[in-house]
């Protein structure tokens, strides 16, 4: 319980810190962020879109490891778990999109611009739609469990090319592609100590909020199953 | 049928506009791959309603009943995008290819990764109880890095770009279909047993 009162505080200062923490030229109280260049008001949002990014690349990891367990030992629990974190990672990926088109729009001018990334991103959301249209139209649970866990495995497979590969070699406006001329994240040498510490704590907070969720997620599914199992049996034993 | 259907709609569409080589090489592309969402999401339907699954299942092992479905895909695929290229090369002025050697290169290349990936997208179908609609929703992510990186390819061959300069790209296709086959045979197991 005490975690979780931490966990409150802790997303509440981030919330706080990242929004009203004013930008200034040079920063010398301990609340002022740094003025980067290129980036100037629009660096706040960081604080943000990176952590429900890398939110997303874990929980669509996380459902893949146990889509693949369940395969190896066709335990319906690891189904539960590898649904659960296929939902989460589609709610994150929604709002890495939004955030992400909503800095779009201020640093390069517009909401879309087919940018390498965003296609990628584009591409996740339509992988992870797919897979979702996939079970709801299943009604057996074994089999909706292994022809999900099978499309999630070759998805999968695809989805290096898209986070790893076309970035890089496409010319794109994100950081870390091809033509970028910072070469790499600005986290390592534009950000000052107080701006760093705030991002990581938003890093560790939302990741411990995600595993939270995931826990309640799957346990809920589990119950569910367990339930209706339950009531099912005396109403077939009626009908029989 | 359903090539020449799809040709000459995009011939009337256009009229009498001219239009650029990458927008030549990016249509060629979406005929191929509506023509395979409408010819190859038969594969293994026909199977599953004709009830002839169990006896393959009795008698063959799943690689074997794999392979088979994969050749057969592959050959239609190449009949059918073999047809597509004839005509566009035919029908339009921009379809001019400065370096076969890489074109054909690619066209092989991209017609064996739409063929695995349609098959075990179709195994998958079959299954899941022949839903028509979600062949194309399920295939197009799979497929999305093969065919822009395809595209890409074809505008390099209309350019007559050397292999040096498109090694990347070719590594990119080279890489997705033995990802692809991998991948698909030795998930193709769980799918049949079941």
């Given at each position: ?103 779009a ?33 299943i ?18 497979v695809?989805?290096p ?5 076309m ?39 939302f ?7 995931w ?26 | ?98 370096n ?49 990186t395809?595209?890409q ?16 790209e ?25």
């Amino acid at each position: 319980m005490i975690w979780k009162i931490f966990l409150f505080l802790l997303l509440a200062f981030v919330s706080i810190a990242g929004i009203a923490f004013p930008i200034v030229e040079k920063p010398s109280a301990w609340y002022e962020f740094p003025f980067i260049p290129g980036l100037e008001e629009n660096a706040k949002i960081i604080f943000f879109h990176v952590p429900t990014a890398w939110l997303t690349v874990i929980a669509f990891l996380m459902s893949t490891i146990f889509s693949f367990r369940y395969l190896k030992n066709k335990n319906l629990d690891d189904d539960a778990k590898a649904y659960s974190a296929a939902q989460l990672g589609m709610i994150f990926c929604i709002l890495a999109t939004v955030t992400g088109a909503v800095w779009a729009k201020f640093a390069w001018g517009q909401f879309w611009s087919w940018d390498p990334r965003q296609t990628s991103i584009f591409a996740l959301l339509l992988i992870y739609g797919a897979l979702f249209a996939l079970r709801s139209s299943i009604e057996s649970e074994d089999k909706r469990a292994t022809l999900s866990a099978v499309y999630s495995l070759i998805a999968f497979v695809t989805v290096p090319f898209f986070i790893f590969i076309m970035p890089r070699i496409m010319k794109g406006l994100h950081p870390g592609s091809a033509d970028d001329s910072n070469a790499g994240p600005i986290i390592d040498f534009q950000m000052n100590s107080n701006m760093q510490l705030i991002f990581f704590l938003s890093l560790i907070g939302f990741t411990v909020l995600y595993f939270w969720m995931w826990r309640v997620g799957y346990r809920s599914i589990i119950i569910k199953d367990k339930l209706e199992k339950q009531l099912m049996i005396p109403t077939m034993g009626q009908g029989g | 049928m359903f090539i020449i259907v799809a040709i000459s709609v995009i011939l009337f569409s256009i009229g009498n506009e001219t239009i650029t080589e990458s927008l030549t090489a990016g249509l060629f592309w979406v005929v191929i791959f509506f023509t395979a969402m409408s010819g190859l999401a038969r594969a293994f339907v026909s199977e599953e309603e004709r009830g002839t699954t169990l006896t393959l299942q009795l008698i063959a092992s799943p690689t074997t009943v794999f392979s088979g479905k994969l050749f057969f895909n592959l050959i239609l695929v190449f009949c059918m995008n073999l047809v597509i290229a004839l005509l566009y090369s035919a029908l339009f002025e921009k379809f001019v290819v400065q370096n076969f050697p890489l074109f054909l290169l690619t066209f092989i290349l991209g017609n064996i990764g739409l063929a695995v990936a349609s098959t075990i997208i179709a195994a998958i179908i079959a299954k899941a109880g022949a839903k028509g609609t979600l062949y194309p929703v399920l295939s197009f992510p799979i497929l999305l890095p093969l065919i822009l990186t395809c595209v890409q390819l074809t505008l390099f061959s209309f350019d007559g770009t050397s292999f040096e300069e498109a090694q990347f790209e070719l590594a990119i296709v080279v890489g997705y279909d033995v990802i692809m086959i991998t991948a698909s045979y030795m998930l193709f197991d769980f799918i049949w047993k079941d």
